[in-house]
Nanobody
């Protein structure tokens, strides 16, 4: 059974950093496309970053240069290092695994992902 459990969210001041983790079970993270999405109150869920099964990474323009997605095969986990956080980064962050081994295009389509974690909250104060 595929399970994804996020952790690492919290409250930081603008300019600060957080590292989100997503512990996966029931499969190997190395064999699938995985991504991070976020949803702010009153807004639709938006794509943040994807790491494809070949290790290629892609990012939304809003986080490019500030966030880094990675995965650790030994720990079977996905990570999102978030630096230079801004108030507009406030959201619930979700990790997700693709339905098949690949994600189409940049990996920004939520419909490519069939497994989701419960989310972890990130708050940034100005």
């Amino acid at each position: 059974q595929v399970q994804l459990v996020e952790s690492g969210g919290g409250s930081v001041q603008a300019g600060g950093s957080l590292r989100l983790s997503c512990a996966a079970s029931g499969y190997s993270v190395s064999g699938y496309c995985m991504g991070w999405f976020r949803q702010a109150p009153g807004k639709e869920r938006e794509w943040v970053a994807t790491i494809h099964s070949d290790g290629t990474t892609t990012y939304a323009d809003s986080v490019k240069g500030r966030f880094t997605i990675s995965k650790d095969r030994a720990k079977n986990s996905l990570y999102l290092q978030m630096n230079s956080l801004k108030p507009e980064d406030i959201a619930m962050y979700y990790c997700a695994r693709s339905r098949s081994w690949y994600c189409s295009g940049s990996g920004e389509r939520s419909t490519d992902f069939g497994y989701w974690g419960q989310g972890t909250q990130v708050t940034v104060s100005s």
